[in-house]
């Protein structure tokens, strides 16, 4: 059962005028947390309060909740909305925002775009998983309308992007930064579209990353799925050995395929499954220099991309270089995103649902 009872993510929802407060998926319901459980911190419109009560608490509730909706169902259904009736909104107060560059494809594929005389890889991406801070305040909620942004889109020239592209990517959430490893520290996934303005971001970005082609919105999934719901598969083998810091003492990855459907038709479908830099060495890099973390920081695994043509999570991989541009039923084409287009990426982690986010160009 894709939201039953060994999923249950989290996240904010509201019924009419009623103050938006922590509620649980249940199939096709939101679980009232603050009626079933009488616990207040739900009763708040972000998980912060919740997430930085730590990971015991994180694992005794969700042993609560899938005890009241087996055993005890006949009360617990008492304090089930229909999903229908809610809104749903952004699940946590995002403290600080960081995405990688984690997939080995993804890297090499735009290597090979904008350094084509030479190595896709530059020397250190093997030995470190790169990164950037990205703009905690314009994270927004899966549903939210994206603006198409202006900016210098080339040389001397102001306008609004001509290559508006998406990225798929999958979200870690830090719930306790106090906690003593990646379980106790890091409370669970969502997913993100870090929306991509190309032609801005290819002429701002020397030398120093990415910047206003990224920051005017990411998109995130309304549910938060727990750490301790998702299946776990081998690990990907890396080459060269990483340093001390960056070992893990278990191989480890995460079993999630994600699809991107562009205006209702299914264009990719890549797989986290092959991820090379891991969440956990993500967590380990961004903290080794001393830098704290937050409850509620957000740090995403950059493009996800496959071997595989139709495996691939932006439309600058999807449609490079003398590809097709993506054909559509209706008969249009798309190289990048028209205004009213709409973009929504779903995820599996073996049965269990990881939901979709979704945007609407305007
Ligand atoms: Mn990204």
């Known amino acids: 059962m894709s939201f039953g009872i060994d999923n249950l993510p989290y996240g904010v929802f509201s019924r009419g005028d009623e103050a938006p407060r922590v509620g649980v998926r249940f199939e096709d319901s939101v679980l009232d947390l603050t009626a079933a459980l009488h616990d207040e911190v739900f009763a708040t419109p972000s998980l912060n309060a919740f ?7 994180w694992s005794e509730t969700r042993a609560l909740i899938r005890q009241k ?44 775009m904008f350094r084509p005389d030479e190595e896709p890889l530059k020397p ?26 202006h900016g210098q889109v080339r040389m001397g020239v102001f306008g609004p992007t001509a290559k508006l592209d998406i990225e ?46 990224k920051s005017f919105a990411t998109s995130i999934s309304p549910w938060v799925t727990p750490l301790e719901a998702l299946p776990r598969i081998p690990g990907r083998v890396q080459d060269p050995a990483p340093l001390d810091y960056l ?47 937050r409850t509620g920081d957000l740090y995403a695994s950059g493009t996800i991309s496959g071997e595989q043509p139709d495996q691939r999570g932006s439309f600058i991989e999807l449609t490079w270089n003398g590809t097709e541009p993506i ?36």
Not at 88 to 102: K, N, S, T
Not at 173 to 188: C, I, K, L, Q, W
Request: proline share 5%.
């Open 51 to 57: 997430m930085a009560r730590g990971h015991r608490a």
């Open 69 to 112: 909706l087996s055993t005890d169902l006949a009360v617990t259904a008492t304090h089930l909305v229909p999903l229908d009736q809610v809104t749903l909104h952004l699940p946590f107060e995002v403290a600080d925002y960081v995405d990688f560059y984690c997939s080995i494809e993804h890297a090499s594929n735009l290597g090979r």
């Open 124 to 149: 250190n991406w093997r030995h470190l998983p790169v990164g950037y801070h990205g703009r905690a305040g314009t994270v927004v909620v899966s549903g939210t309308p994206v603006t198409r942004p």
């Open 168 to 213: 798929a990517e999958l979200g870690f959430v830090v719930g306790s930064p106090d906690g003593a490893s990646f379980e106790e520290r890091v409370f669970g996934v969502t997913l993100v579209n870090d929306w991509s303005a190309r032609d801005i971001q290819a002429w701002e970005y020397v030398p120093l990353g990415p910047f206003l082609g």
């Open 247 to 293: 070992r893990r003492a278990e191989d480890w990855g995460l079993d999630v395929t994600l699809e991107v459907e562009l205006n209702g038709e299914i264009i990719s479908r890549p797989p986290y499954q092959g991820m090379y830099w891991t969440p956990d060495q993500m967590l380990a890099h961004m903290t080794v220099n001393g830098a704290t973390l």
């Open 327 to 362: 054909k559509l039923a209706d008969g249009t084409t798309r190289a990048f995103l028209e205004n009213g287009d709409t973009v929504t990426i779903r995820a599996t982690a073996g049965a269990l649902s990881l939901g979709e986010v979704s945007g609407t160009i305007r």
